[in-house]
Each structure stands twice: as structure tokens, then as C-alpha cells.
């Protein structure tokens, strides 16, 4: 499949078949206003082929960084009719792209090998409770669930979910298999 941001019908229904899947493995909609899906689900399809795109790590977390930013914004709660946390978009976001890219190795086998060493762990408060063992003073304050995640936060613990990986698993795994591995959704 050649990388293009216009897929035909098939592909264009396969990804959209895979982000849903990826929306429902996160289990985040739940958390989510009613009709939040669907709004997700089409700015994640836009998102995910800017992902395929990516030539570079750099413009990978832009991109990244891009919807989560949009999903603070856009996204309210169900229960407390306030926005969505820059955590939880990211956790969204992370699975699903887990999902699409490492799981289904969209957009293509090579360059989901390329764009799987990119993706972040999806963080939960498992995680966040392991990691703050190992690394106490590496944040200030850490947070105890992702609805207290900002971006801030996000990108030190990505930090160093990075750092726990290249200490005890000397470099091996990624923060996808990282996150299969210590992580539970």
C-alpha cells in the first residue's frame, strides 16, 4: 500500500474499521459524552493517516501532540461535563494507534516497523503507580490517575516509560510492548 493521505474505499473502510476497534480496546468512550465516537473516530482517521505520513519522530509527536491538544477542547466527559484530560485523549489516542500501526502494521509492514519505535505507552494508573517506585523524584508531583495527566506529564512519563525500558530491558522492547507488558486497560 503505497503511503498517501487519500486512501481508496477498502483501505479507507479497513482503517476506519481498525480505529473503531482501537476506540473500543482503549475503553476510554466510556468515560467520553454521548456521540463522542464518532467525533473521535473521524478526527483519529485524520490524525492516523498525518501518522502514516510522519517522516520523522519530530513530526510524529506533533502530530501527537496536535490531537491531544484538539481533544482538550473538543472532547467533554459524560459524568462531569468538563473537558477531557490531555491524559486521557493520550491514552485514547496511544491505543488506538497501537492497534492500527503495531497490531494491523498500517499503513504498510515497513513503515509500521518504523512508526511502532515512535508510539508512546498507553499509560494507566498501574503504570504510573510501577514507574513512580522506580523513579519517585522524576516528577515533582506525580499523578495518580490520567485524568490528572497534562502535557506535561505526559511527556515525562513517556520519558520515562523510555528510560525504565533501556535500564531494565537494555533497549529491547518498545513502549507498545512495554505497555502489553505492565499495563492493563
Avoid at 503495531?102 to 516497523?113: A, F, I, M, N
Wanted: net charge positive; proline share 3%.
Amino acid at each position: 500500500m503505497k503511503i498517501q493521505l487519500e486512501l481508496n474505499e477498502p483501505q479507507e473502510t479497513r482503517l476506519h474499521n481498525i480505529i473503531d476497534m482501537g476506540l473500543g480496546f482503549s475503553a476510554m468512550i466510556r468515560l467520553f459524552d454521548k456521540g463522542t465516537k464518532r467525533k473521535l473516530r473521524k478526527s483519529m482517521i485524520t490524525t492516523a493517516k498525518k501518522v502514516f505520513m510522519a517522516k520523522s519522530e519530530k513530526e510524529f509527536k506533533t502530530v501527537h501532540s496536535e490531537f491531544c491538544q484538539w481533544g482538550t477542547k473538543e472532547i467533554v466527559l459524560a459524568r462531569k461535563s468538563h473537558p477531557a484530560s490531555y491524559g486521557q485523549i493520550a491514552k485514547t489516542l496511544d491505543v488506538v494507534l497501537k492497534v492500527a500501526v503495531y497490531y494491523c502494521h498500517l499503513p504498510e509492514c515497513e513503515k509500521s516497523e518504523q512508526l511502532s519505535r515512535w508510539l508512546n505507552a498507553a499509560v494507566d494508573r498501574r503504570m504510573m503507580a510501577m514507574l513512580k517506585k522506580h523513579y519517585r523524584k522524576a516528577i515533582e508531583s506525580w499523578p495518580s490517575a490520567i485524568e490528572q495527566i497534562d502535557s506535561g506529564s505526559y511527556i515525562k512519563i513517556q520519558e520515562i516509560v523510555r528510560k525504565f525500558i533501556n535500564e531494565r530491558h537494555s533497549g529491547s522492547i518498545t513502549p507498545v510492548q512495554f505497555d502489553d507488558i505492565y499495563g492493563k486497560h
